[in-house]
């Protein structure tokens, strides 16, 4: 069976300024998010195959999705926030990436962000940066580099009169297209001692450029392109300090990866929901028993999503050691299988259709090419060794955030 891919289309070297943020709906709990992301994903599911093979960027969305009141959702409520659990921010991730993966990826980095903020950030910075995702703004993301055998980050802020200067090239930057602010990881010297730190820089600072040169086989909207930052002058009170992340046991890792588990799911939910709208025999051999493999693969990947996020809250109501090992463990299990589960309900939508089918034309294909694509974003391997050993021989994962 021949496999058809649609063509990947040029990308925009001159992307545009995101658009002033609006005031968006305060949302009151869990089942007020839970609505406003199915009413979401039935809005933009429909033109998700034209958005992919046209390379339309969602803009239009972005603003509804903002609007909706679903990016503060995890703003605590001390600061006017929703302030849900894990469990659910994730299933709000899940349930727009099966209608559109690209979409469901692109606000990941914000929700990392603003728990690195909760985590490490002074009461004077929570209220700043809160405040404007609660006015709407959002966040991107500035943190891998790349051209450096030894991946060590070379971006550095340096002393400029009363505030920094922040210099260095990032690539991978899914997020910092749409956004109005841009939190990136950069090397902070100061009294002899060398830290990460997580700036916040807005995204239309002098010095900053922003180009979308992301040609992905898949998650073709994410604009995951690269940022330079070339004298940028940036506020001490836009710093908030990262290297506790690493060193210390915090969930803004495990929350991060948790809700890469969340896209995968969706994903895979999204393309088993499209199989079974495909005309098909209903007595063709064995098809029963392949669509009950694939929702049985996916209802284990959703409990263990699940099951991730309570611990993932359990750390974060008490962190420590083990704890948070606790919760990285967790997580690691649900990624692992989220992504056999989305990978083979991706890859068997081809099988359900029987051949001579028009994925492609129905622009179905978009499904393997995200779950391909995003579950490269971190190693099976590394996640399954580090449940192995800690189930084994007690030993915690590395905090290095993508595990």
């Not at 990436?97 to 985590?119: K, Y």
Request: charged fraction near 20%.
């Amino acid at each position: 069976m021949s496999l058809l891919i649609s063509p990947v289309l040029p990308v925009d070297a001159t992307p545009r300024a995101a658009p002033p943020a609006r005031a968006p709906e305060r949302l009151a709990d869990a089942a007020a998010a839970l609505a406003a992301a199915r009413r979401l994903a039935a809005q933009f599911a429909p033109e998700a195959a034209l958005r992919d093979r046209t390379r339309r960027l969602p803009w239009a969305e972005l603003e509804a999705f903002t609007a909706s009141g679903l990016w503060a959702i995890s703003v605590p409520q001390a600061f006017g926030g929703t302030g849900v659990s894990s469990a659910t921010l994730a299933e709000v991730v899940a349930t727009v990436s099966a209608a559109d993966g690209s979409l469901g990826q692109i606000p990941q980095n914000h929700f990392f962000a603003l728990e690195v903020l909760r985590r490490h950030g002074s009461p004077a910075q929570q209220r700043l940066l809160f405040g404007r995702v609660l006015a709407g703004e959002r966040l991107g993301n500035a943190l891998a580099e790349i051209g450096h055998k030894d991946f060590q980050r070379r971006t550095q802020l340096v002393r400029a009169g009363d505030g920094w200067q922040l210099d260095g090239r990032k690539f991978y930057c899914t997020g910092a297209l749409y956004a109005h602010w841009i939190p990136t990881l950069a090397l902070r010297s100061e009294q002899g001692q060398t830290r990460q730190v997580l700036a916040f820089v807005p995204r239309d600072a002098q010095g900053v450029t922003i180009t979308d040169d992301w040609d992905g086989f898949g998650q073709r909207v994410t604009g995951s392109g690269s940022v330079a930052f070339e004298g940028v002058q940036v506020r001490e009170e836009w710093i908030v300090p990262y290297a506790p992340s690493a060193e210390e046991p915090t969930t803004a890792g495990p929350l991060a990866q948790l809700l890469h588990a969340a896209i995968d799911l969706g994903l895979g939910q999204g393309a088993l929901a499209a199989a079974l709208e495909l005309p098909r025999d209903p007595l063709s051999p064995g098809l029963a028993r392949q669509v009950g493999e694939l929702d049985l693969q996916l209802r284990a990947a959703q409990a263990l999503v699940r099951r991730a996020g309570a611990c993932v809250d359990a750390a974060r109501a008490a962190p420590d050691g083990a704890s948070v090992a606790a919760a990285s463990t967790a997580v690691a299990e649900a990624r692992a299988l989220t992504t056999t589960a989305a990978l083979a309900a991706a890859s068997q939508l081809f099988e359900l259709a029987g051949p001579g089918s028009a994925l492609e034309h129905l622009g179905l294909d978009r499904f393997w090419r995200n779950v391909r694509t995003h579950t490269l974003h971190d190693p099976l391997r590394w996640r399954v060794h580090a449940v192995g050993d800690y189930h084994l021989n007690g030993k915690p994962p590395p905090r290095h955030g993508a595990i």
